[in-house]
Each structure stands twice: as C-alpha cells, then as structure tokens.
C-alpha cells in the first residue's frame, strides 16, 4: 500500500485548521535574527493569531492565518525562505550552543555549508518535507533526535556520520561535513519509493555504497544526551551570557517576542522548545530577566514548563477530543503537581508535535486521557 502524501506544512503549503491556516517557517539551526522575529510579529499580528509557536525541530510556527498570501510576502521579505523551491526541505538542526558553551567543536560554519548547498542543488528539493538533517557538536543533543542524515563530532576535526538515526562507524572531516550530508540525502532518493524518512526504508544498498566509500570511525563512546533543559542563566566561553527560557505550551504572544527582537540579539529554538538569547553581556541579561520573566518566559530550570509539551487541541484541531492545552494549565495549577519525566499531551491518536525521545504520551480518549510510555 503506498503512503499518503506528505502534507507536513510550510508557507506556501499552509495547513488548513479549524482556527485557521498553519504555516510553518523553518529555520535551519534553530537560529532567528531580531529583525526577522520583529517581522513575524507583524505577521502574527496583522494576520494571524497573535502567537508564535515553537516546534518539536525548532522552528516556528503561525496559527489561525487569515491572509495566506499577505503573510507569505512578509516571511519572503524577512529574508526567511531565500530559496521558495527548498522551503520545506530546509529542515536543519544544531546544537544550539555550538562554539559558545562546550561542545567539541564549533559546528555553525557546517550548518551554514550544509544550507548553502542543499538550496543550490536542485534534485534535492524532492526530499520529502519530513527528512532530517541534523549536526552534533559532541555534546548529543541532535543525535539523539535521530536525524536522518547526521554528524556528531568525536573531535575537534572529525565527525562520525548518523544515518536514520543510528552511528553508522564512518566518518567525515569537518571540510567535507556539509558535502557528506548532501550525498547521504542523495542517496536516499536512488533508495526511496514513497518512504518519508530513512528508518521507513526497507532496504537502502545506494546508502550502504556511499558509507563504504568513508572512513572507518575510531572506537568512542556515545555521549549520553543531556537531560537538562537550557533554561536560566547560561555562562558562554568566551565571557559572554546566554539566556535560555520556555513558555508554556511553546506558546509566544507577540507582546513576548517583540520585547526578544528588541534585545537586538540571535535567538536560537531548539528541538526541547527552548528559546536561548545569546551574546548578553551580564548587565544586558540581568536586564532581561527582570523585563521578560513578569510577561511570561520562564527562566526556572525547574518548571514543570521545561518537562511538558502538547498539541494544539480543541478548538484549534477540529480532531482533537479533547481541549488538552486548557486541561494541562489545570493541572499544573493544582497544588503540590510535580512533573519527574517528560510528557506530551495529545488530542487524538496523531500524536501531533510529539518529541522524539522517551517521554509519556498522555492521549485524550472518548473515555478520558490515558497514558502510555513511547
């Protein structure tokens, strides 16, 4: 039986919902500039919601869009889809903190290569929207979202390539990192039918020819993925500060993000829904705890906001069964509610926005809401 069409959204292929349109602006590395976000919040404003939501890839997205095409050309004007026919397949992720705080190596210059030469090639458009390209910086926070075609550095000049999500035991140089990504999604196209990800595939010999073609990986171990939100207040090596917070629900009023573009600093979104400001000297971020955290970030490490995501839900998912977003807030107003794992709250069996690593799943059913371990 062949696989439905990938309807994952984009800007020009906006998803129609109950509330409205969906679109979804990839940003690759997680990486907004203070312009381009104070140009999203004229778009949610005058088009949409009034909201930003943070994706489980780190990318953002508008909700209940009115005028699809008067947002498009803003998003283009921002300079946020320089490339209209790779929109959807810019699906980049990277540690967010590469070359600021730990990590093995600095690994923006690969994310950079890696965009530049996925737009310029133009069979590579036809990956299907869902394909995952991700670059670890050794610290194993983007291998273990399990990228299709992937990097995590062992040292400060080789990288061991990540295929589906698993070590593969060949590497790559930092100098042909972006190159060796870019063949990998080539070949998952000489092995695809209809399959959106690499794990979906029965068999992949092209994959298997070019692995065998690089170098055998030297004996490491893989490192554990951190389990700690990057929230509060982050030391940067180089004497600098970044600042990581959430909100709840991965939810952002435009109020919130317009005071973020304002700090005139980049923001980096990751995969956890954090949003990390980086570059703040210690006066700048004093600053903006005082200013951000009354309007609704959340800096505390230890919420139960750092723990917890969920769907749109009811009335915005017209599949939804339930209004789970205003089920959860209940919840975590209750006294004395702790939350010791991560969970992640969905309307119906879709499992819309659910994170890749272990975590609770907890389904509304015509019969309440059930909890399963995924």
Request: contains cysteine.
């Amino acid at each position: 039986m062949s696989r439905p069409a990938d309807r994952c959204p984009g800007v020009f292929s906006a998803h129609p919902a109950a509330d409205g349109h969906l679109a979804r602006i990839r940003l690759p590395g997680g990486l907004i500039t203070s312009s381009q976000l104070q140009a999203l919040v004229g778009v949610a404003d005058d088009f949409g919601d009034a909201h930003l939501e943070l994706t489980s890839r780190g990318n953002l997205q508008l909700r209940g869009i009115s005028d699809l095409d008067g947002a498009a050309e803003r998003i283009v004007d921002a300079g946020l889809i320089p490339t209209p026919s790779h929109e959807r397949v810019r699906n980049l992720q990277l540690s967010a903190l590469t070359g600021r705080r730990g990590g093995l190596l600095d690994a923006r210059q690969i994310l950079d290569d890696l965009d530049v030469g996925l737009r310029a090639d133009p069979g590579l458009a036809h990956l299907p929207a869902r394909f995952l390209f991700g670059i670890d910086d050794g610290r194993g926070d983007i291998v273990g979202e399990a990228p299709d075609a992937g990097l995590l550095a062992i040292d400060g000049g080789t990288l061991e390539v990540v295929v589906g999500g698993v070590r593969t035991g060949r590497t790559t140089t930092v100098e042909q990192a972006a190159q060796t990504l870019l063949a990998v999604a080539h070949a998952f196209l000489v092995d695809r039918t209809d399959e959106w990800r690499i794990e979906d595939l029965a068999g992949h010999p092209a994959i298997d020819e070019f692995l065998d073609s690089l170098a055998t990986a030297p004996p490491h171990r893989l490192p554990v993925p951190p389990t700690e939100p990057l929230v509060g207040w982050l030391d940067q090596d180089d004497g600098l500060v970044a600042l990581g917070a959430v909100v709840a629900h991965g939810r952002m009023s435009s109020r919130i993000a317009e005071f973020l573009a304002a700090i005139e600093r980049d923001i980096y979104f990751t995969p956890r829904k954090e949003i990390v400001v980086v570059d703040l000297s210690e006066g700048m971020a004093d600053t903006v705890l005082r200013v951000l955290a009354p309007m609704g970030l959340i800096f505390d490490a230890s919420s139960p906001w750092t723990r917890v995501s969920a769907c749109a839900g009811s009335p915005g998912c017209d599949k939804s069964r339930a209004d789970v977003r205003g089920d959860l807030k209940l919840l975590l107003s209750t006294p004395d509610v702790e939350l010791t794992a991560r969970e992640h709250w969905v309307g119906c069996e879709r499992g819309c926005g659910s994170p890749h690593g272990h975590h609770t799943r907890v389904e509304a059913t015509d019969d309440g809401y059930v909890r399963q371990q995924i």
